[in-house]
């Protein structure tokens, strides 16, 4: 009993430090991840000819090469060209990335979804371009994609676990070091994976909510 | 400016989508106070025609000139003002989705013409009200009936403060019952002076309302003049055939 | 630099290519295992009595809500420590990401069964079907077809994560670029071969499942 509860004060502060870590990493990569996703998936559409190829190509790769591999690439890579990221650097950049091209799909989609007389109505009330595209298409178009999009966000919260393979140590890495010391791999990586079911179910939990919260009567969904 | 000159002239358009000449050399003119009907079988270059007015299309060729000067060149920002000044009804009703019937008013006040929120949501709830929908103002079109779609739309675009309206055949997509509310709104806005254009398988309605009909086939404009003289004088043959074909006008195009 | 180093990074590729089996074979034995299993579960889950619905309701949020590298390691470390028994990483990951795959696959699945028509159902019953017979010979046979779109991203994904079994020493892909970059140092070119040798086989694999579709696709039918 005694050893549990020893444990326990050498556990819990250093999986809440992990913990910590790990939100330090899901937030901004989230956040950075939706607001370019969202840019790119606008890109996609009205861009001219070179930026829709320029970013065709860069969702091409980004959804086609393994998370895995690509933080490998920031972390190990670029010192080759003599860029030299830290460990939270490399992983915060690369689930921003990578988040981003997947999120730029349901972006796409949601807005080509939308009819093309919304763009025309709002052309023949005078909006320019870009003005129509962020007052009419975009609010629209985000309704669409948010449960594509949300469960993007739950996937980035279970992959933040792969930090721990460029040496940022997150909840996973964490947990890893504790069992191995103590040789208690079972009883830790079942509260580590608790930890996470948390999160993901808090998550979904307020992803419902927002989608709740956003939604307007009789929002057209049309899904031919 | 003299009150005989047109408002709006669109000379000699044409219009290509792949090798399908859509437009072929129309010409055309506006006067303040004018109600032109185009009709015409479908695919005939009416939808194409209205939407080349408000360049949401770009012409091929020919002119379009408001109060005398040349849009047809007009990049961004000219374009935009041209738009706020020729208002446009669509058959699809086109009413922004995500927004109650308020909003979809107010928008274009407070976005394009940067009008303050208050200010813009007093001149929405009067068009809404001219068009008989202010009980409605909270909605959203999805709990809308068409008829009251196609009435918000009517708001949307008087709220602007046009100069001409485009009228691309607003009672097509409307169930037989709710036409009657529609074509009513446009009466009034007739009554008012509206300089209006357009298109419409309506005949009835164009006969009581109109100055001026034009026949459209093919791209080209057929036969014009007055409804009297369309709907039971046509000199064309094409035009007496169409007209009687449809709707019953003419019972011997023969003759 | 990176200068010339891709020519010694080439020098790797045999070595690297051999990994594409095990990896293959890591990914088709999860995605027959996920199969299998989410057939079962889809079936329970649609047909089954409340409490069967909710267990596997349970089971689905689970392996849905935990990270594949925790499983791996629970699994490796945790798991067999505890019942005493050892198996191949190669073995773990494959009971790992298919049961993980299950879980998606059961929903996939289920959400194929739930779009087709209540009639079906009804008109297997008629003519005397017990309720096994129906959802073997006229369920299933339509919503396994209408499963294939899903089962392409299945497989996109299963092959995606089959490199994060790295962490366990699977002799997959993405291990022997490790280790050839441990030897040359070519870091940076060996992430780009190995990546795109990913895509190469993402591409074969959707394409596959696209002739798969046509194949098997039954004239007229559409949803």
Request: net charge positive.
């Amino acid at each position: 009993m005694d050893e549990f509860l020893f444990l326990r004060q050498e556990v819990a502060p250093a999986l809440m430090s992990g913990l910590w870590m790990s939100i330090r990493l899901i937030l901004p990569s989230a956040v950075c991840g939706l607001a370019l996703g969202v840019l790119v998936g606008v890109l996609r559409i009205y861009g001219n000819h070179f930026l829709k190829a320029l970013v065709g190509t860069y969702v091409l790769f980004f959804r086609g090469f393994p998370l895995l591999v690509q933080l490998y690439l920031w972390y190990f890579g670029l010192p080759h060209v003599g860029i030299y990221l830290s460990p939270y650097m490399a992983a915060v950049i690369g689930f921003s990335l990578c988040s981003a091209a997947y999120h730029s799909e349901y972006v796409r989609g949601a807005i080509l979804s939308i009819k093309k007389g919304q763009m025309m109505a709002a052309k023949s009330l005078g909006f320019s371009h870009t003005g129509a595209i962020f007052y009419i298409i975009l609010p629209q178009a985000i309704r669409r994609a948010l449960p594509g999009s949300g469960n993007e966000l739950i996937y980035l919260i279970k992959y933040s676990s792969l930090a721990y393979m460029v040496t940022c140590i997150e909840l996973t890495g964490e947990g890893k070091i504790l069992a191995s010391a103590y040789f208690k791999y079972m009883e830790i990586f079942m509260i580590v994976g608790a930890i996470y079911l948390l999160m993901v179910s808090l998550a979904t939990w307020g992803l419902n909510r927002l989608e709740d919260f956003v939604a307007v009567p009789g929002f057209e969904r049309i899904h031919d | 400016m003299t009150a005989d000159e047109p408002i709006l002239v669109v000379q000699d358009l044409r219009k290509r989508f792949a090798e399908k000449e859509i437009l072929r050399g129309i010409s055309l003119q506006l006067h303040r106070g004018d109600i032109k009907v185009l009709i015409g079988p479908s695919g005939a270059g009416k939808s194409t025609l209205l939407h080349c007015i408000n360049l949401l299309l770009p012409a091929d060729d020919g002119r379009i000139l408001l109060h005398g000067r040349d849009v047809t060149g007009f990049r961004k920002r000219r374009v935009y003002e041209y738009r706020q000044k020729v208002g446009m009804i669509f058959q699809d009703f086109n009413l922004f989705d995500h927004l109650t019937a308020l909003r979809n008013v107010m928008i274009g006040l407070v976005r394009v013409k940067k009008i303050p929120k208050n200010e813009a949501r007093r001149r929405a709830l009067r068009e809404l009200e001219r068009v008989g929908l202010a009980e409605h103002a909270d909605q959203y079109p999805a709990e809308l009936s068409g008829g009251q779609k196609q009435r918000v739309s009517i708001a949307r675009a008087l709220a602007m403060e046009p100069e001409v309206m485009l009228l691309d055949e607003p009672t097509s997509s409307l169930d037989p019952e709710l036409t009657g509310e529609v074509l009513t709104v446009i009466q009034d806005l007739a009554a008012a002076g509206m300089t209006m254009m357009m298109a419409t398988h309506q005949f009835d309605f164009a006969e009581s309302l109109a100055n001026e009909i034009i026949f459209m086939e093919d791209g080209a404009i057929v036969e014009k003049g007055t409804p009297q003289k369309m709907l039971y004088a046509a000199e064309n043959l094409r035009t007496r055939e169409f007209c009687a074909r449809i709707h019953g006008y003419w019972e011997n195009p023969e003759r | 630099m990176i200068g010339n180093g891709w020519k010694e990074a080439l020098e790797g590729l045999p070595y690297i290519l051999q990994g594409t089996w095990v990896t293959l074979a890591v990914v088709f034995g999860a995605l027959a295992l996920g199969l299998v299993l989410g057939l079962v579960l889809a079936v329970g889950h649609v047909y089954g009595k409340p409490a069967v619905r909710r267990g596997i309701g349970l089971y689905v949020w689970f392996f849905r809500g935990i990270p594949l590298l925790v499983l791996l390691f629970l699994f490796y470390f945790g798991i067999l420590g505890a019942l005493k028994l050892e198996l191949s990483p190669f073995v773990v990951a494959i009971i790992v990401l298919g049961l993980i795959s299950s879980a998606y696959q059961s929903q996939i699945i289920r959400g194929a069964i739930k779009s087709l028509p209540e009639g079906q159902m009804k008109a297997a019953r008629a003519i005397g079907m017990s309720d096994r017979q129906a959802i073997v010979f006229t369920i299933l046979p339509q919503a396994l077809r209408l499963a294939i779109p899903g089962w392409s991203n299945e497989y996109t994904v299963i092959l995606k994560d089959s490199a994060v079994t790295y962490a366990l020493g699977v002799a997959e892909l993405m291990t022997r670029a490790h280790h050839v970059a441990a030897r040359t140092y070519q870091h940076f070119w060996l992430y780009i071969l190995v990546g795109i040798i990913f895509m190469v086989l993402t591409f074969c694999g959707t394409r596959a499942m696209a002739m798969i579709e046509k194949k098997v696709a039954i004239k007229g039918y559409s949803r």
